[in-house]
């Protein structure tokens, strides 16, 4: 019984800064690699920055030097800290993990952020 619930998204200005929280239960995720993607309207789900169970991080170029992953493993909680946020990181973030070929999703937390 995998679920990830996310939290954290709302309205900001651009230049602002919001982190997001992924709260996974039914899995371990300092043995699992975590990520967050990410879906603008009319676009593809895309992969906005991952975590393995190793440590090692990997970030979208559109991402880079702005948005850090990171986890607690006593909270069982992976973060996303998004600063000097653009207009075009608006979208539905989604939490994400693979485990044995299956494909488990969070609800996703909706980020908007205005010109």
């Known amino acids: 019984q995998v679920q990830l619930v996310e939290s954290g998204g709302g309205l900001v200005q651009a230049g602002g800064s919001l982190r997001l929280s992924c709260v996974a239960s039914?899995?371990?995720?300092?043995?699992?690699?975590m990520g967050w993607y990410r879906q603008a309207p009319g676009k593809a789900r895309e992969l906005v920055a991952e975590i393995t169970g190793g440590g090692r991080t990997n970030y979208a170029d559109a991402v880079k030097g702005r948005f850090t992953i990171s986890r607690d493993n006593a909270k069982n909680t992976v973060y996303l800290q998004m600063n000097t946020l653009k207009p075009e990181d608006t979208g539905v973030y989604y939490c994400?993990?693979?485990?044995?070929?299956?494909?488990?999703w969070g609800q996703g937390t909706q980020v908007t952020v205005s010109s």
């Open positions: 039914g899995i371990i995720i300092s043995i699992n690699t």
């Open positions: 994400h993990v693979q485990r044995v070929l299956k494909h488990y």
